[in-house]
C-alpha cells in the first residue's frame, strides 16, 4: 500500500511538472508531447520520473525568434526535486522572483547573459544548499545583500558584468568554502575587506573593471591557493605589497590601469609559477627588477606606461617561453644589445617604444621568427637596419620611427605580410625597392628620410589607408588609376612627376587628401572652399533638374506604359524618391504583410518574404509601426541604409533598396534561401546538410566580409552584432553577412564610447565595463560564431573556461558536432583545426592579443 501511496505522488509530480514547464511556452517544439523527460532539449529526471536538472539557452527555438521571456511563467513550486537550474543567454527580462526560494534543493542556480534587472531578491538566502551561482551578464542594480553570507555552501559566484554598486559586504568573507569569485565589471568601490583572507579556499579572484580604491591589503596575501588575481582597471594606489610572493601558486597577476606607485618588489620574482604578469598603466618607478629572468614560466609580461628607469635587465633574456613582452612608454635606457633575443625564440609581440633606448638594433631580433609586432619607435636608436629582418617572415607590424637609424630599407622576403610599416623620421637613405613584396600593405610612413629613386608599390592593385613618403628624394610618375588604390596620401617635397593626369581626377575614388607640393596651406585651403561651394551647388541643381523631369514625366499621360515598366520591372531600376511604386508592389506580394509571409523577427523589426510579378524574391525588412515612432528604432533602420548603400561585398547581403512611407518603412534585400546559420545548426537535419567544408568556407567568408569592413571602408564599419542568427545562407550555402541596424562607423579620433549593442553571448568581455567600440569587440563575436560553427551549437561553457585554459588541454574531438561523421581526410581535419585555432585566438579577454579581422582573412586565403 505503501508504495502505491509514493507512486501516486511521483505520478503527481511529474505531472505538476509537465503542467508547469508547458505553461512557460519555452519548448514550442513540444507542446504536443506527452512525456519531457529525457526528449525534452535541456530537461533531466530521476528514475521516478521528476524534473532534477533544466538547462536551456536560446537554441531551444530552431528556426524561430522567440522572446523576450519573463521567469516569473515558470512554477518554481511545481519541481521540489529541482537540483539545476541553468537559463543562459534566453533573452530573460525583469527581475528575478521571490518564489525561487522555494527551490530548496538547488545545488546550481545560472542566469548568465540575460537581461534581467532589478536588485537580488531575498528569497535567495532559502537557497541554503546553493554551490554556484552565476549571474554573470545581466542589468542587476543595488548592493550586495549582507544575506547572501547565508549561502554557506557556496563554491562558485560569478556577478561580474552588472551594475552591482557599493561596498564588497564583509559578511561575503563568510562563504568559506568559496573557490571562484568573480566581481569584474560592476561599480564596486571602496576598499578590499580585510577579512577577505577568510576565504582560504580562494582560488579565483576577478575584481577588475571596477571602482575599488586604497591599498591592497596585507592580508589578502595570506590566500595560499589563489592562482588567479584580478585587479586591473580601478583606483587602487600605494606601493605593491611585498608579501605577494607569499601567493606562491599565482599564475595570473593583473594590476595594471590603477594608481599603483613606488618600485616593482625583487619578492615578485618567486613567484615561480607565473605565467601572466601585467603591471602596465601605473606609476611604478625604478629599475626592472633582474630576478624577473627567474620566472620562466612567463608567457606575458606587461610593464608599460609607467616610470620605470634604467637599462633592460640581461636576465630577462631566460625567459624563453615569452610571447608578449611590452616595455612601451617608460623611462628606460640603455642598449638592446643586452638582450640575448636568441633566447626569446618564442616572442610575438614586442614594444620597447617610447623610451630612450639608445646603441644599434641587434642582429639577434631577426631570431623571433614567430614575432608579428615589432615596435621601438621614440628611441634614441642608430646605426643601420639590420638585413636578417627577411627571415621576420610573420611580421604583421614594425614601426622604428623617430630614431637616428640609417643605411637602406629593410630587406622583406617575398611574399611579405606586413600591413603596418612606419620607418619616418630616421636617416634612411637608398631606394625602397624591398617593398615591392609587401603586397599586404595598408599603412605607410616613409616620411623625412633621405630616400631616393621610384616607388615601385604605386601600381599594386591593393587599397592603402595611409601612405606618407614626403620629405624624401623620391621621382617617379604616377599612374592615372592613383585615386583609386589611396586614401590618405602625403607626397609633398619630392621630386615626382604627375603624368597625364589632372588633379581633378582627385575629386571622385578613395582618397581624402593629397599633397604634392608642400605649398602653403592657405593656397590649399582656398582651392577646397571653392570646391566646398562648388561642388554642393552643381550636385544640388544636378538634382533639382532630375526630380523636375521625374515630375513632368508623371504628369504626362504617354508615360504610364514607362511607368508600369518600372513598377513591376527589376527592384534596382526604381528611381521614384518616395517609394511609392516599390510599397505598392510588396504590399500585393506579401497581402500587406501577413504573417504566413513572415520568415523572422529581428531586433526592431521583422522579415518577410515578398515574390514580385517578374518573378523576383526578395525579403523585406519591415519596421513595427510601434517602433517606427520610437527615435531609437528609427535611427537604426537609418543606421542600415546608410551602411549597406555604401558596402560592396560578396559576402555581405545585398540591399536593393529602401521604402519610407506613412504607414511603415522597410528595406528591400537579396534573398538568402536557407535562412540564418543559427536556424541551420538548430534543426538537426538541416545540420548534416552543413557538412565540414561548408562550415569552414562559411567561416572563412565570414571573415573575408568582416576585414572589407574594418579595413577597407574609410571610416571602418563596426557591426557590433556579429551572431549566428546574422549569418544568412543562400542556396549555396555560402554565408553572407546580415543585419546593420547596430553598425558604427568607427571615428578613430573619438572615444567611439557606446551603449552596450549587440547579442548576449556574443558581446566582447570589455563592453561589459569599458562601453568603448573597437573592431576587436567584432572579431571576438567572430570568435565565438566560428566555434559555434564546429561545435554546433553556442560555446557558452567553452567561454567560460577560456580564463582557466590556454586552448592547448582542449580537444578538438571532444568538441566537434557529434551530428557530422568524424572527418577522416587530413585535409578537412586542417581546415577545421585552422578555423579552431584562429577562433580561440579570437575570444582572448584581452583585446590587444585579438588578431585584426585582415590577419584573419590573410590566414584563411592561404
Known amino acids: 500500500m505503501l508504495s502505491k501511496t509514493n507512486a501516486t505522488d511521483d505520478f503527481n509530480i511529474t505531472s505538476l511538472e509537465r503542467k508547469a514547464l508547458l505553461a512557460t511556452k519555452w519548448w514550442p517544439g513540444h507542446l504536443n508531447a506527452s512525456y519531457h523527460c529525457k526528449r525534452w532539449s535541456g530537461i533531466r529526471c530521476n528514475e521516478a520520473g521528476s524534473v532534477v536538472s533544466i538547462e536551456i539557452d536560446d537554441r531551444i527555438y530552431g528556426s524561430s525568434d522567440e522572446g523576450p521571456h519573463d521567469l516569473r511563467s515558470l512554477d518554481f513550486s511545481a519541481f521540489p526535486n529541482l537540483g539545476s537550474l541553468v537559463i543562459r543567454n534566453f533573452r530573460l527580462e525583469g527581475s528575478i522572483p521571490e518564489e525561487i526560494g522555494l527551490l530548496s534543493n538547488l545545488t546550481e542556480l545560472s542566469l548568465s547573459w540575460n537581461r534581467l534587472t532589478g536588485t537580488l531578491p531575498v528569497s535567495l538566502t532559502n537557497l541554503t544548499l546553493l554551490e554556484h551561482l552565476d549571474l554573470d551578464g545581466n542589468d542587476f542594480t543595488g548592493m550586495l545583500p549582507v544575506s547572501l553570507a547565508n549561502l554557506t555552501h557556496l563554491e562558485h559566484l560569478d556577478l561580474s558584468g552588472n551594475n552591482f554598486s557599493g561596498n564588497i559586504p564583509v559578511s561575503l568573507t563568510n562563504l568559506t568554502h568559496l573557490r571562484y569569485l568573480y566581481l569584474s565589471g560592476n561599480n564596486f568601490s571602496g576598499n578590499i575587506p580585510v577579512s577577505l583572507t577568510n576565504l582560504a579556499h580562494l582560488r579565483y579572484l576577478y575584481l577588475s573593471g571596477n571602482n575599488f580604491s586604497g591599498n591592497i591589503p596585507v592580508s589578502l596575501t595570506n590566500l595560499a591557493h589563489l592562482e588567479i588575481l584580478n585587479l586591473f582597471n580601478n583606483n587602487f594606489s600605494g606601493n605593491l605589497p611585498v608579501s605577494l610572493n607569499n601567493l606562491t601558486h599565482l599564475r595570473y597577476l593583473a594590476l595594471g590601469k590603477n594608481s599603483f606607485s613606488g618600485n616593482i618588489p625583487v619578492s615578485l620574482a618567486n613567484l615561480t609559477h607565473l605565467e601572466y604578469l601585467y603591471l602596465g598603466g601605473n606609476q611604478l618607478i625604478g629599475p626592472i627588477p633582474p630576478s624577473f629572468g627567474s620566472m620562466v614560466d612567463l608567457t606575458v609580461l606587461d610593464l608599460s606606461t609607467n616610470h620605470l628607469n634604467a637599462s633592460i635587465p640581461q636576465e630577462l633574456s631566460n625567459l624563453q617561453h ?78 622604428l620611427s623617430f630614431n637616428h637609424l640609417s643605411g637602406n630599407i629593410l630587406k622583406f622576403q617575398n611574399p611579405c605580410n606586413l600591413q603596418h610599416l612606419d620607418l619616418s623620421k630616421n636617416l634612411l637613405t637608398g631606394a625602397i625597392t624591398t617593398l615591392s613584396f609587401c603586397h599586404f600593405l595598408d599603412y605607410v610612413d616613409l616620411s623625412s628620410n633621405n630616400l631616393v629613386g621610384e616607388v615601385p608599390f604605386l601600381d599594386l592593385k591593393y587599397y592603402f589607408t595611409h601612405i606618407n613618403l614626403s620629405n624624401n628624394h623620391l621621382t617617379g610618375i604616377f599612374p592615372n588609376n592613383l585615386q583609386n588604390q589611396y586614401v590618405d596620401i602625403d607626397l609633398s617635397n619630392n621630386d615626382f612627376t604627375t603624368g597625364n593626369f589632372t588633379r581633378g581626377n582627385f575629386t571622385s575614388g578613395n582618397i581624402t587628401s593629397i599633397d604634392f607640393t608642400g605649398k602653403s596651406a592657405h593656397k590649399s585651403n582656398k582651392h577646397i572652399v571653392y570646391m566646398g561651394i562648388f561642388l554642393p551647388l552643381f550636385f544640388g541643381t544636378s538634382i533639382l533638374i532630375f526630380c523636375y523631369v521625374l515630375y513632368r514625366r508623371k504628369k504626362t499621360p504617354t508615360n504610364k506604359t514607362h511607368i508600369e515598366l518600372i513598377k513591376h520591372g527589376d527592384v534596382c531600376t526604381i528611381l521614384n524618391y518616395d517609394g511609392t511604386i516599390a510599397y505598392e508592389d510588396f504590399i500585393t506580394a506579401t497581402e500587406d504583410f501577413d504573417l504566413k509571409y513572415c520568415i523572422g523577427t529581428g531586433g ?21 509601426r510601434f517602433e517606427a515612432e520610437q527615435p531609437a528604432f528609427d535611427q537604426s533602420f537609418k543606421n542600415e541604409v546608410q551602411v549597406l548603400t555604401n558596402l560592396r561585398h560578396k559576402n555581405i547581403v545585398k540591399l536593393y533598396g529602401f521604402c519610407l512611407h506613412n504607414k511603415c518603412n522597410f528595406l528591400v534585400y537579396e534573398y538568402m534561401e536557407k535562412g540564418s546559420l543559427f536556424c541551420a545548426l538548430s534543426n538537426s537535419q538541416f545540420a548534416i546538410q552543413l557538412d565540414w567544408i561548408k562550415r569552414v568556407n562559411i567561416v572563412k567568408q565570414v571573415a573575408h566580409a568582416l576585414a572589407y569592413m574594418h579595413h577597407d571602408c574609410i571610416p571602418p564599419i563596426i557591426h557590433r552584432d556579429i551572431s549566428s542568427n546574422n549569418i544568412l545562407l543562400n542556396s549555396e550555402m555560402e554565408g553572407f553577412v546580415a543585419d546593420f541596424g547596430a553598425a558604427r562607423l568607427l571615428d578613430c579620433d573619438s572615444s567611439n564610447q557606446t551603449v552596450v549593442a549587440g547579442t548576449l553571448g556574443y558581446i566582447a568581455p570589455e563592453l561589459a565595463y569599458s562601453m568603448i567600440v573597437t573592431e576587436k569587440c567584432d572579431v571576438y563575436s567572430f570568435g565565438v560564431v566560428a566555434l559555434e560553427a564546429i561545435c554546433g551549437k553556442h560555446p557558452g561553457d567553452l567561454l567560460s573556461s577560456l580564463n582557466r585554459s590556454t586552448g592547448q588541454d582542449i580537444l578538438l574531438d571532444d568538441l566537434l558536432d557529434p551530428r557530422l561523421t568524424y572527418p577522416t581526410d587530413q585535409l578537412i581535419r586542417t581546415e577545421i583545426a585552422r578555423v579552431f585555432q584562429v577562433a580561440w585566438a579570437c575570444i582572448l579577454t584581452d583585446q590587444k592579443s585579438r588578431p585584426t579581422m585582415k590577419t584573419i582573412s590573410q590566414e584563411f586565403s592561404r
Open 604 to 624: 526592431y523589426g521583422s522579415v518577410y518574404e515578398a515574390k514580385l510579378p517578374s518573378g523576383r524574391v526578395f525579403a523585406l525588412k519591415k519596421l513595427h
Open 322 to 399: 615569452l610571447q608578449k613582452l611590452d616595455l612601451g612608454d617608460n623611462f628606460l635606457d640603455g642598449p638592446l644589445s643586452i638582450i640575448s633575443f636568441r633566447n626569446l625564440s618564442e616572442l610575438i609581440f614586442l614594444n620597447l617604444g617610447m623610451n630612450r633606448i639608445s646603441g644599434p638594433i641587434p642582429i639577434g631580433l631577426a631570431n623571433l621568427t614567430y614575432l608579428d609586432s615589432l615596435d621601438l619607435n621614440h628611441n634614441n636608436l642608430e646605426g643601420p637596419l639590420p638585413q636578417e629582418s627577411e627571415k621576420l617572415s610573420k611580421l604583421l607590424n614594425l614601426d
